[in-house]
C-alpha cells in the first residue's frame, strides 16, 4: 500500500490490499476501496462509496457528492463502482437522491475525462462512455453500451444493451438494445 503523506483519509475508511493513493486526494468517512485499486492526485471520493478493485481513478475526478438537486443536503446514500472500472480525469459522479439508494457503475467499465453521472444512474458492465458526456439523473445504461463524446441525456432515459449513441446527440428517449442513434433529437440509424 501506497499512502500519499499529503492526502487526507478518514480514519473510517477501509483499504485494500496494495492500493494506491497520490497526493492531495480526500477520501471520506465510511468508504471501501478494493484491492490493487490506484487513485490520482486530488480526487475527492465521500459518503460511503465503496470502490471495487483493480480500478483506476485519475486526477480530479470527484465521486460521492451531493447529487444536484435544489434543496437536497446530506441524504444517506452512496455511489459503487465495480471491478476493474477506469474513471479518468475530473469525472464527476453523485450519490442517489434517496435515502440507503446508490448511484451504480458497473465492472470493467471506461469513464472518460470530464463526464458527469448524475445522482440515481445505473451504468450496467463493460460501459464505455466517452468524454464529455453528461447523463441526468435517473439513467440506465444497460451492459456493453457505447455512449459517444459530448451527449447529453434527459433524466430516465435508457441505453439499451450493446446499443450505442453517436456523439454529440441528444437523447430525450429510450434507446433500443443493439441499436445505433445519431443527431439532435438522436434518431435511430
Given amino acids: 500500500m501506497a ?26 468517512s465510511g468508504v471501501i476501496i478494493g484491492d490493487g485499486t490506484e487513485i490520482g492526485p486530488n ?26 438537486i435544489t434543496g437536497t443536503r446530506d441524504v444517506p446514500s452512496s455511489v459503487e463502482i465495480g471491478d476493474d472500472t477506469t474513471i479518468r480525469e475530473f469525472v464527476t459522479i453523485h450519490r442517489s437522491s434517496k435515502a440507503n439508494e446508490k448511484t451504480i457503475v458497473g465492472k470493467k467499465c ?11 444512474c445505473l451504468i450496467g458492465n463493460e460501459v464505455v462512455i ?11 445504461v444497460e451492459d456493453g453500451a457505447f455512449v459517444s463524446g459530448m451527449v447529453g441525456a434527459h433524466q430516465f432515459v435508457r441505453f ?5 449513441a453517436g456523439g ?22
Fill in 3 to 28: 499512502i500519499h503523506s499529503k492526502s487526507e483519509i478518514h480514519p473510517s475508511v477501509k483499504l485494500g490490499k496494495s492500493v494506491r493513493v497520490g497526493p492531495f486526494t480526500t477520501i471520506g
Fill in 43 to 68: 480526487v475527492y471520493i465521500e459518503a460511503k462509496s465503496v470502490v471495487g478493485s483493480n480500478c483506476r481513478i485519475f486526477h480530479g475526478a470527484s465521486i460521492g457528492g451531493d447529487p444536484q
Fill in 110 to 120: 471506461l469513464i472518460m475525462a470530464y463526464v458527469h453521472l448524475a445522482h440515481d
Fill in 130 to 140: 466517452v468524454n464529455g458526456t453528461e447523463l441526468s439523473g435517473h439513467i440506465t
Fill in 160 to 164: 439499451g444493451k450493446l446499443s450505442m
Fill in 168 to 189: 454529440m446527440s441528444r437523447i430525450v428517449k429510450d434507446v433500443l438494445p443493439f441499436c445505433t442513434v445519431e443527431g439532435s433529437p438522436a434518431r435511430l440509424i
